[in-house]
C-alpha cells in the first residue's frame, strides 16, 4: 500500500467516526478505483448493505464503455437515486470514503442529488 492509499484510509476512519447511516437514513458509501465507482447505501445499524450500483453492471455498460470518467459518475449518481427512491429511500448519508469532494465524487454527489435523494 502506497502513502496516499494509506492518507485516504486514515481520512476514512476519521470519517467513520462522525457519521453512520440508519435504515431510514443509510449512508451513501463511495469507492473510487481508477477506471470505476462503486456506490453502496448501508445501514450500519443492522450491518446490511440496502442497495449497490456500480460502472461495472451490465445495465451500465450497454450506455457507456468507460467508468472511470465524470460522465459515468453522474449516470451512475443518477441511477442509485432513481434505485433508492424506488425502494423508498429519500434521505441518505454521504460517506465520501476519504476522498477528496471533487471530480467524479463530486459529480456522482451532486447528480444524484439532482434526481431527489437529500444529503
Known amino acids: 500500500m502506497d502513502k496516499k492509499e494509506i492518507g485516504r484510509l486514515k481520512r476514512h476512519r476519521r470519517l467513520r ?13 463511495v469507492h473510487r478505483s481508477h477506471a470505476n465507482l462503486h456506490v453502496q447505501l448501508i445501514d450500519d445499524t443492522s450491518s446490511t448493505t440496502l442497495l449497490t450500483g456500480s460502472t461495472l453492471d451490465k445495465s451500465f455498460k450497454e450506455k457507456l464503455s468507460y467508468g472511470g470518467n465524470v460522465q459515468a459518475a453522474e449516470l451512475l449518481g443518477e441511477t442509485i437515486a432513481e434505485k433508492a427512491k424506488l425502494k423508498g429511500i429519500t434521505k441518505a448519508v454521504f460517506d465520501r470514503g476519504g476522498y477528496l469532494y471533487h471530480g467524479r465524487v463530486k459529480a456522482l454527489a451532486e447528480a444524484a442529488r439532482k434526481k431527489g435523494l437529500i444529503f
Do not use: C, D, Y
Not at 467516526?17 to 458509501?29: H, L, N, Q, Y
Open 17 to 29: 467516526v462522525k457519521i453512520a447511516g440508519t435504515k431510514e437514513r443509510p449512508r451513501m458509501s
